[in-house]
C-alpha cells in the first residue's frame, strides 16, 4: 500500500508538473471560488494530505500541529474550494468569521445566493474600526481552525462568539450540487 501510494504520488506530482499551475483541468469543485487548474488540484491536494497525516498521527496516539503555513492556506482553501456555493443558503442570511491566532481571518457570508468566503482583517488590525455583525466567529490556531473544519476537532475546542447554533446549521447544510 505504502509503495502504491509513492508511486500514485509521484504520477500526480508528474502530471501537475507537466500541465503548469494555470492549466484547466476538471475538479469535483466547479460551482466554487477555487480555479478549476492544475494549481487548484495541486493546493487541495497538500490540504488534504495534512489532515490526514494528522489522522494517522492521531490513529497512534501522536497528532502533531499542522504546518502553520500549510494550515493559514488550508482554513482559505476548505472556505474557497468545500464552502463556496451558489445554492442558497436555507436559512435566515448572516456570516462566519475565522480568526486565526496567526494573524489571519476570513468571513464566509451565507445567504440565498449561496456562500462566499473573503479575507477581512483580523481583530484588532484596523485602528478605530468596529467589525461588522457576524452571526458566529470562530478562534483558534490556523492548524486547530483546519482540523475544526474538516470535522476532526469540535466547536467545543475553540472559542466560539456569536450564535453557536448557527455552526451547527453550518455543518449540517448540504449544498444542492
Known amino acids: 500500500m505504502v509503495a502504491w ?14 500541465a503548469g499551475p494555470d492549466s484547466g483541468c476538471w475538479t469535483w469543485w466547479p460551482a466554487s471560488q477555487s480555479p478549476q487548474s492544475a ?5 487541495h491536494r497538500v490540504q488534504e494530505t495534512s489532515v490526514h497525516a494528522y489522522d494517522a498521527q492521531a490513529a497512534v496516539g501522536a497528532p502533531q500541529p499542522l504546518p502553520a503555513e500549510a494550515a493559514l492556506d488550508g482554513v482559505e482553501e476548505f472556505l474557497l474550494t468545500v464552502c463556496a456555493t451558489p445554492s442558497p443558503w436555507p436559512h435566515e442570511p448572516t456570516s462566519f468569521d475565522f480568526h486565526a491566532a496567526e494573524g489571519r481571518s476570513w468571513r464566509l457570508t ?9 479575507r477581512v482583517p483580523a481583530p484588532g488590525t ?5 467589525p461588522d455583525a457576524v452571526g458566529a466567529s470562530v478562534h483558534g490556531t490556523a492548524g ?5 473544519c474538516y470535522d476532526r476537532l469540535p466547536a467545543g475546542t475553540l472559542r466560539v462568539d456569536g450564535d453557536a447554533g448557527l455552526i451547527d446549521l453550518l455543518r449540517a447544510w448540504e449544498p444542492e450540487e
Open 110 to 118: 451565507v445567504d440565498g445566493d449561496g456562500a462566499r468566503a473573503t
Open 5 to 18: 501510494l509513492a508511486a500514485s504520488t509521484q504520477l500526480l506530482l508528474g502530471a501537475l508538473r507537466q
Open 126 to 130: 484596523t485602528a478605530g474600526q468596529a
Open 39 to 43: 494549481g487548484g488540484i495541486a493546493r
Open 144 to 148: 486547530e481552525l483546519v482540523l475544526f
